[in-house]
């Protein structure tokens, strides 16, 4: 075989292999029984620097992403890999949080943004406000109900900033 020939066909086996997905091989901490494998662990990065928020068995993430200075929280909702955002139809999202001890609700509501053409009923923004925001570091929550693409999640807990996963 020609020596530019063999050269040739090496560099583009080693490119189509470099090329492929990045999370082939993996398998999202699923074993046979559908229970987290400890031995794999995947991590995903959150976009934003937050919080990430596992929906269901990685099919979703909510990543929870905190503006001290307004007080201000804001909700991504994004795919299984934290890498794509997920426009939804809810009106809002109640989270229940503990703080000190006491429960404090927050309703996120969903922001519009003319720049990606997401509004109201089609975006994957939510923002909720409050007071103790600004200096709350840490703490417990649990987002109520949330629907993702005809999917509904209740009751998913997390802790900010380390979120849910393990």
């Known amino acids: 075989m020609n020596r530019k020939l063999l050269v040739l066909l090496t560099t583009l086996a080693l490119t189509l292999t470099a090329c492929k997905d990045k999370h082939a091989g993996h398998d999202h901490g699923k074993s046979g029984g559908g229970k987290k494998d400890s031995a794999h662990k995947h991590e995903h990065t959150p976009p934003h620097g937050g919080a990430p928020v596992v929906l269901g068995e990685e099919e979703y993430h909510l990543e929870f992403v905190r503006d001290a200075a307004a007080g201000k ?23 229940t949080t503990t703080i000190a001890g006491a429960p404090q609700a927050l309703s996120f509501k969903p922001v519009p943004n003319t720049a990606t053409g997401e509004k109201v009923g089609d975006t994957s923004l939510y923002e909720a406000q409050a007071d103790w925001i600004k200096t709350a570091t840490n703490f417990d929550a649990v987002v109520k109900l949330v629907d993702v693409k005809g999917k509904t999640f209740k009751d998913v807990k997390f802790n ?7």
């Open 73 to 95: 929280l804001q909700l991504y909702v994004l795919d299984g890999h934290l890498d794509k955002f997920i426009r939804i139809a809810a009106p809002a999202i109640e989270v």
């Open 160 to 166: 900010f900033p380390k979120g849910n996963e393990d």
